[in-house]
């Protein structure tokens, strides 16, 4: 077990050596990564927008547009068509989804069929043999015809616009001189942007939100605009308004003449002969180009309308055809502006309105604050747990750090050789990591003892415990790997970061101990030679514990009921604090540029613009305001919101945080974080019924459902905020709580299966003493890895690290009066285990049970 041959050894220290050299990179400056060979690796990992600043935002395709565009697309066919065939119609609309007519003579029903077969026949995904019927066709005897737009197609709409509008808004983003912006779909309607230390979010949203639908109309002049509107337009025209303030009605035909996919280039400018006032020159392709030219010689004299996203810009009369292919677009433009309409044009239209749904933007001062505050945290919590090591195990304390160092080490690698992105909830993930590394070690330490007071050499006790730790190393990740594994996928954004953190570091823990830990343990034997304990080791004291845990379970179980009972009327009358991500709504954070904050008086600036119940506090150091203001109806009046705060506030405020959820996320939000904790609870009890007995997956999950619970307490009645990064702390806690049981609960079955005529009560507090020391210790490493980060990991997360200190107690607690208790509860049987071998009590001498 402890024998390693020059091949194995050679091995494990070139995974070491591999790691620092990947790591490497993320230390050391850029402008050294800069200057070094091509062939050293130079990937570091990618800060998160909450370490570096920037904006994340969430676009949804309106699911509306593109059923009126291929309903509009689909009355014109049907009209263009009929009156091709000679076939008269009369009552010709369309609404939704559904588009109606009846024929003038009801004989011509086969006529008209095969006038609009096209309109029946399946599309073509794209894929190999795939196509999707797009139009259902009802074609009654009396002239009736009935077209519906199908879900399928319209989803397989979707889902084109969607890939077409990711590319438009990848040229957009680009257009700005961003530096590696992540844009990539997610689910059927969404597109995620990530734009990394973005110094102006406003404009960027302003970019995104317009679908920049750029045609040429002629000006209909056979009456006005305002007569139009007092009347009814004709039925080939309609008003629309211009970007003049006030607006300005135009009555113009509803046929486009020309469009903006036939133009290949713009650019802002300035008239020379209206002041040097912003403009904005194009250029058509040669299709494009002699479209123009003839449409302008046909029109001399006459308005003509350029309209962007159906308002019109300019209307300017055509003096003379333009037969060049190009032309300029004036009107009341600010040098910004016309900037961005060039910018627009220039990147496309989008096929679809995309609506913002979420955005959170965290500027770069902030960003650095979290940078120090989660290093910070993370040092001072590795040297605590390294103290804490050397304090209690010595010599073996120190080969459990150097494994612990190696495995953040491993950590680092692989994050940069994924070129994963590091986030705040990360850096926590890391801590965290930090806290339980150890456990493989002291789980393995404390076997050892176990079997040296058996008589066993220091060899063979080695050998013994480590092999008997492994099994529940192995059990005790593996289930908070799962948590991990579901957080992955049912979280997003900083949230996943961490899940990927400690999935990664639950595997590297695995690897050091079975690796690491055993090499340099191997390399202590060799050269001690040691017949005796390694020297150092304090936790002889727990070898007296003689506690009579079950006796008092009666007690235990009805202050745990007590207290659950209260968790759950609070969570009913009280209720949850809710953060944005559930309810919907902004919360901005605000620093003042001179002085400390004025709260009054931001209040008041609020109120005068409409936000009377918005809640606004102070945080942290007095220059520090949180505004939260309440959901609204739709997402657009969600950015209204930041935008006119963002106005009234910003000269006097630095806007370091801006989160915005609209009422659809949230509603996802919360349903995602649901089906996050039921589906762990399932799959953690699944596996441990697979692993133990069903009596044993009943206590875990009851045990991890009590420490639920007492956390959703916990935030009920401390009114901390209960957000994403809270479905992360409790599914975090599931996994540490699980691991503490599984734990326990391997010893459980180890000793049911030796000591099969001792009462179960005697049984579960001989191994409750047994795993005592191992419990304490974990619980006490993890506590203060955690404690590091509730001090100074700063206030963005002290609510989920507060969490998950408290979640470190109660786990340790249920493991102990309420997994325990209900196996006698459940009365199980030691003659579960009768296919193994039997062994007699008197085997362990050590094993009496407590009195």
């Known amino acids: 077990m402890f024998y390693f041959s020059r091949w194995k050894s050679a091995l494990i220290?070139?995974?070491?050596?591999?790691?620092?050299?990947?790591?490497?990179?993320?230390?050391?400056?850029?402008?050294v990564l800069d200057s070094i060979p091509s062939w050293i690796p130079k990937n570091a990992m990618t800060l998160g927008l909450d370490l570096q600043g920037g904006s994340h935002i969430m676009l949804k395709l309106e699911r509306n547009d593109i059923i009126q565009e291929r309903r509009e697309t689909l009355l014109d066919e049907i009209r263009a068509n009929l009156r091709k065939a000679g076939v008269g119609y009369t009552g010709l609309a369309g609404s939704g989804q559904r588009i109606t007519f009846r024929l003038r003579d009801a004989s011509q029903v086969e006529a008209a069929r095969t006038a609009l077969k096209d309109l029946r026949e399946p599309i073509s995904t794209g894929?190999?043999?795939?196509?999707?019927?797009?139009?259902?066709?009802?074609?009654?005897?009396?002239?009736?015809?009935?077209?519906?737009?199908?879900?399928?197609?319209?989803?397989?709409?979707?889902?084109?616009?969607?890939?077409?509008?990711?590319?438009?808004v990848r040229r957009r983003v680009d257009e700005l001189g961003t530096t590696e912006p992540l844009i990539l779909g997610q689910g059927s309607d969404r597109i995620v942007v990530q734009v990394p230390g973005l110094q102006d979010p406003q404009r960027l949203k302003s970019i995104l939100n317009q679908t920049a639908k750029l045609t040429f109309h002629l000006v209909d002049t056979t009456m006005s605009a305002e007569e139009a509107q007092a009347t009814r337009p004709p039925a080939n025209s309609e008003v629309l308004m211009t970007n003049d303030n006030p607006p300005v009605p135009i009555l113009i035909q509803k046929r486009a003449l020309l469009?903006?996919?036939?133009?290949?280039?713009?650019?802002?400018?300035?008239d020379s002969q209206r002041g040097n006032e912003p403009i904005v020159s194009f250029r058509f392709d040669s299709q494009g180009a002699q479209i123009f030219g003839r449409v302008t010689q046909e029109n001399v004299g006459r308005p003509f309308a350029i309209v962007l996203d159906n308002k019109v810009i300019t209307a300017p009369n055509i003096n003379e055809p333009i037969l060049g292919g190009s032309g300029q677009i004036s009107g009341n433009f600010t040098v910004q502006s016309a900037n961005d309409l060039a910018v627009l044009l220039r990147a496309g239209a989008l096929p679809a309105t995309l609506t913002v749904v979420e955005e959170r933007t965290v500027g770069p001062g902030l960003g650095a604050d979290s940078v120090r505050a989660g290093v910070t945290a993370a040092i001072i919590s590795f040297i605590a747990v390294v103290l804490f090591m050397i304090y209690f195990y010595g010599t073996l304390g120190i080969i459990a750090n150097i494994a612990m160092a190696v495995n953040i080490v491993m950590i680092l690698a692989i994050l940069s050789a994924l070129g994963a992105t590091l986030t705040l909830p990360g850096i926590a993930g890391i801590v965290l990591t930090i806290g339980q590394a150890v456990d493989s070690n002291v789980l393995f330490y404390e076997r050892f003892r176990e079997e040296v007071k058996q008589g066993r050499s220091i060899v063979q006790a080695m050998e013994s415990g480590f092999e008997k730790a492994f099994g529940t190393i192995i059990d005790a990740n593996l289930t908070t790997l799962i948590a991990a594994i579901i957080l992955f996928y049912m979280g997003s954004g900083p949230v996943r970061g961490f899940a990927v953190t400690l999935s990664i570091g639950i595997v590297t823990t695995v690897f050091t101990a079975y690796t690491i830990s055993r090499l340099m343990i191997s390399?202590?034997?060799?050269?001690?030679?040691?017949?005796?304990?390694?020297?150092?080791?304090?936790?002889?004291?727990?070898?007296?514990?003689?506690?009579?845990?079950?006796?008092?379970?009666?007690?235990?179980?009805?202050?745990?009921?007590a207290l659950t009972v209260a968790s759950i009327v609070g969570f009913a009358t009280i209720g949850l604090n809710l953060g944005i991500d559930f309810t919907g709504g902004?919360?901005?954070?605000?620093?003042?540029?001179?002085?400390?904050?004025?709260?009054?008086?931001?209040?008041?600036?609020?109120?005068?613009?409409?936000?009377?119940?918005?809640?606004?506090?102070?945080?942290?150091?007095?220059?520090?305001?949180?505004?939260?203001?309440q959901s609204q109806e739709n997402e657009s009046a969600e950015q209204s919101v930041v935008n006119k705060i963002r106005g009234s506030l910003e000269k006097d405020y630095e806007f370091r945080r801006v989160e915005v959820v609209g009422p659809a996320v949230s509603g996802e939000l919360a349903?995602?974080?649901?089906?996050?904790?039921?589906?762990?609870?399932?799959?953690?009890?699944?596996?441990?019924?697979?692993?133990?007995?069903?009596?044993?997956?009943?206590?875990?999950?009851?045990?991890?459902?009590?420490?639920?619970?007492?956390?959703?307490?916990?935030?009920?009645y401390t009114r901390m905020e209960f957000d994403i990064t809270a479905i992360a702390a409790l599914l975090t806690i599931i996994g540490f709580s699980l691991n503490d049981t599984i734990v326990i609960y391997d010893r459980m079955r180890e000793n049911l299966r030796r000591f099969k005529k001792m009462p179960l009560e005697e049984l579960i507090d001989l191994s409750l003493n047994s795993t005592l020391s191992r419990t304490i210790l974990t619980a006490g490493t993890t506590f203060v890895a955690i404690l590091g980060l509730v001090l100074f990991g700063g206030e963005v997360i002290r609510g989920f690290t507060m969490s998950m200190l408290f979640g470190v107690f109660v786990g340790t607690y249920s493991s102990i009066y309420v997994a325990g208790p209900m196996l006698i509860y459940f009365k199980l049987r030691p003659d579960t285990f009768d296919n193994d071998k039997d062994k007699s009590p008197g085997d362990l001498p050590a094993a009496k049970p407590a009195t």
Not at 135 to 150: C, H, K, P, Q
Not at 527 to 554: E, V
Not at 686 to 692: D, G
Not at 703 to 713: E, Q, Y
């Open 671 to 716: 349903i995602t974080g649901l089906i996050g904790i039921g589906l762990s609870l399932l799959a953690i009890m699944v596996y441990v019924w697979v692993r133990f007995e069903w009596q044993f997956a009943v206590g875990a999950v009851t045990a991890t459902l009590h420490d639920t619970i007492m956390v959703m307490g916990l935030y009920v």
């Open 586 to 629: 902004s919360v901005i954070e605000l620093k003042a540029k001179q002085g400390d904050a004025d709260l009054a008086d931001i209040r008041s600036k609020l109120s005068g613009l409409g936000f009377d119940s918005a809640q606004v506090q102070g945080f942290g150091d007095p220059s520090n305001v949180m505004v939260r203001v």
């Open 259 to 270: 469009t903006g996919e036939n133009l290949v280039d713009s650019q802002p400018g300035f």
């Open 127 to 168: 894929l190999t043999g795939t196509t999707v019927q797009e139009v259902d066709e009802t074609a009654n005897a009396d002239g009736t015809f009935v077209y519906e737009l199908t879900n399928a197609g319209i989803n397989y709409r979707i889902r084109s616009a969607v890939t077409q509008s990711i590319e438009v």
């Open 13 to 31: 220290w070139l995974s070491v050596v591999l790691s620092f050299w990947l790591a490497t990179p993320n230390f050391l400056p850029q402008t």
């Open 523 to 561: 390399y202590w034997l060799r050269r001690n030679r040691s017949k005796g304990m390694p020297k150092g080791i304090r936790t002889h004291f727990f070898d007296f514990a003689r506690i009579n845990f079950m006796r008092i379970r009666n007690w235990s179980f009805a202050i745990t009921a």
